[in-house]
């Protein structure tokens, strides 16, 4: 069933307050899929989200940070896992416009079969956004000779007193990893699957605070294992689950969900 879904959140994180977010899409197989996170940040607030794309044929998750405050912190991850026919967009923006605000950026995207992956992302620094420590990073998986992925990463610095940087890569399963399972009885689609399994579930991980204050934790709504153990193609018989408002783990088919902590 073709169908249109378009949410979007827009969140003022208070002054030293904390915001955690998860969501996931997993939406029917027709579906155009639209979804827009904006927050704004406050004096020394952290923010924590992760997205997950498993559904929609086509499908467009945007995310804008505007880090308001002084020494904001933010960790934004997502991944997405495509065959068929699928086109999975991430569009991503940070606007530091105070000083010490640190930002970490994850994403990690799996395609198969003919689907294509997509992300955009910026971090721009303004001039008064000095001690500016941001750091963003796009990797692919390519499973198959039709699979494509467009990486398009960007710095806009206008500071001089910054540590920023940026990355994206794309490659195939590692042939001797997955020579090694297979040696060991594994069939090829699970070998293929438990190095897929590895590879994506570091966006579930937080990332340490550059201050040594410990870990950002990454709120656990979504059970990561349930989605990615042997990917989108078997996730019909395998089940997906979310955490339900008591926090018990339960099935769902399609829809989008999201899990906010303010």
């Known amino acids: ?6 949410d979007a959140l827009d969140v003022t994180v208070a002054d030293n307050a904390t915001f955690r977010h998860a969501r996931l899409n997993a939406e029917g197989r027709e579906a155009v899929a639209l979804s827009t996170l904006s927050v704004k940040l406050g004096a ?6 992760v997205n997950v794309v498993v559904g929609g044929v086509l499908s467009r998750h945007q995310v804008y940070l505007n880090f308001a405050g002084a020494d904001g ?8 896992m495509l065959n068929g026919r699928q086109l999975a967009d991430t569009t991503f923006l940070a606007d530091h416009a105070a000083t010490g605000g640190v930002s970490r950026e994850l994403f990690k995207t799996v395609v198969d079969d003919a689907a294509t992956g997509v992300f955009q992302g910026k971090i721009i620094v303004q001039q ?26 960007e710095l806009e610095i206008f500071a001089d007193d910054v540590a ?9 399963p590692d042939e001797e990893l997955l020579f090694y399972l297979r040696a060991r009885g594994l069939p090829k689609a699970e070998a293929e699957s438990l190095l897929v399994h590895a590879d994506v579930a570091e966006v579930r991980e937080g990332d340490p605070a550059p201050d040594g204050s410990g870990p950002l934790t990454l709120a656990r709504g979504i059970e ?36 906010g902590v303010t």
Request: hydrophobic fraction near 40%; aromatic fraction near 4%.
């Open 128 to 153: 008064a956004a000095q001690q500016t420590d941001g750091k963003m990073m796009s990797a692919c998986l390519i499973l198959s000779d039709e699979g494509q992925m467009m990486n398009k990463p």
């Open 73 to 80: 912190r933010a960790v934004v991850n997502g991944a997405a």
């Open 1 to 6: 069933v073709a169908y249109q879904p378009n």
């Open 44 to 49: 020394a607030s952290a923010v924590e989200t």
């Open 164 to 172: 920023c940087g940026h990355g994206a890569t794309c490659g195939a």
């Open 224 to 259: 990561m294992g349930h989605i990615f153990m042997l990917g989108r193609k078997y996730a019909e018989s395998l089940g997906l689950k979310v955490l339900d408002q008591n926090g018990k783990l339960v099935t769902v088919t399609m829809g989008s969900y999201g899990v």
